[in-house]
């Protein structure tokens, strides 16, 4: 449950209340996907003494909610219903917000809904003690290295085995991305390539204004068709909706085209 201390397990079959439930205590579950064989989950610490207490207590204060927190990448075990660690760090003044946690090879990607930038970080590993120090630059800052420019990159995902994640900018215009877990760059992809689906979505003719769309969470389909894939995107700008794409890797550098909304 986003924002929670929990996770819940609901069968299909009978949506009217969880089957079992992960209880995670003392950090707040943002976004939950596979990675490889392992069920990731990441968000930021509930009680976070150096924010002045919990989001409620800040919330009622009328403080600032978007003081940075420290950070927990966890491990899921649903049919144990239990979790474990993968990796954890304090707050970071070039870094916060994180939701989401995903493992390409030896290497953590973790992104963020603040933020302009997606970190990563090598495992297993133990995050050096460096100076606290803030920093807006894009160098590493206490255990973390980055890829900036981005717009709050809340949510992403890795397309199928391959090297690249396709990402959501939650910031207006944050748009969808992709980033090459190799070469620790990324790029916008061209919202302008479009080929509507009438038929599955009769009432979407074009797409949204995309200097204004932006992407929230995100999941990705596979098709019957090697390679190829839809995107679905949470938008809430320039108005609530989910968008809908082909994002097409079977020439190796994969291409988005915008299909619909619903």
Same mark, same amino acid.
């Given at each position: 449950?986003?924002g929670?201390?929990? +996770?819940e397990?609901?069968?299909?079959k009978? $949506?009217r209340? %969880?089957?079992?439930?992960?209880?995670?205590?003392?950090f707040?579950?943002?976004? +939950? #996907?596979?990675?490889?064989? =392992?069920?990731?989950?990441?968000?930021?610490?509930?009680?976070e003494?150096?924010?002045?207490?919990?989001r409620?207590q800040?919330?009622d204060? #009328?403080?600032?909610?978007?003081? #940075?927190?420290g950070? !927990?990448v966890?491990?899921?075990?649903?049919?144990?219903?239990n979790?474990?660690?993968?990796a954890?760090?304090?707050?970071n /003044?070039?870094?916060g917000g &994180?939701?989401?946690? *995903?493992?390409?090879?030896n290497?953590?990607?973790?992104s963020?809904?603040?933020?302009?930038r997606?970190a990563?970080r090598t495992l297993?590993d133990?995050?050096p003690q460096?100076?606290?120090?803030a920093?807006?630059?894009c160098?590493?800052f206490m255990?973390?290295?980055?890829?900036?420019g981005?717009?709050?990159?809340?949510?992403f995902l =890795?397309?199928g085995?391959?090297?690249?994640?396709?990402?959501g900018?939650?910031?207006p215009?944050?748009?969808?991305?992709?980033i090459?877990t190799?070469?620790? $760059?990324?790029?916008?992809?061209?919202?302008?390539? $479009?080929r /509507?689906?009438?038929?599955?979505? /009769?009432?979407? %003719?074009?797409? %949204?204004?995309?200097?204004?769309?932006?992407?929230h969470? &995100?999941?990705?389909?596979p098709?019957r $068709?090697?390679g *190829?894939?839809? *995107?679905?995107? !949470?938008? #809430?700008?320039p108005?609530?909706?989910i =968008?809908v794409?082909?994002?097409?890797?079977?020439?190796?550098e994969?291409? *988005?085209t915008?299909?619909?909304?619903a």
């Amino acid at each position: 449950v986003s924002g929670t201390q929990s +996770i819940e397990i609901i069968s299909l079959k009978d $949506t009217r209340r %969880p089957v079992r439930r992960i209880e995670l205590k003392w950090f707040n579950v943002d976004n +939950i #996907h596979w990675s490889g064989d =392992q069920l990731l989950t990441a968000g930021v610490m509930e009680d976070e003494p150096a924010c002045g207490g919990t989001r409620k207590q800040i919330q009622d204060a #009328h403080g600032n909610m978007n003081c #940075h927190r420290g950070w !927990v990448v966890s491990q899921l075990d649903p049919k144990a219903m239990n979790w474990k660690i993968l990796a954890y760090g304090e707050p970071n /003044p070039a870094f916060g917000g &994180i939701a989401t946690g *995903l493992v390409i090879g030896n290497t953590l990607w973790i992104s963020s809904f603040q933020m302009d930038r997606a970190a990563y970080r090598t495992l297993p590993d133990t995050p050096p003690q460096l100076s606290a120090t803030a920093t807006a630059a894009c160098s590493a800052f206490m255990g973390l290295n980055y890829v900036c420019g981005m717009k709050r990159p809340e949510d992403f995902l =890795q397309i199928g085995n391959s090297k690249y994640m396709v990402f959501g900018g939650s910031a207006p215009g944050g748009g969808v991305g992709l980033i090459d877990t190799s070469a620790r $760059t990324y790029r916008q992809f061209d919202l302008g390539q $479009t080929r /509507p689906d009438l038929k599955l979505y /009769p009432d979407c %003719p074009a797409i %949204p204004d995309t200097k204004v769309l932006n992407a929230h969470g &995100i999941a990705l389909r596979p098709t019957r $068709t090697a390679g *190829l894939y839809t *995107l679905y995107t !949470v938008t #809430h700008a320039p108005f609530e909706s989910i =968008q809908v794409f082909a994002l097409d890797a079977r020439a190796g550098e994969p291409a *988005l085209t915008w299909t619909g909304c619903a």
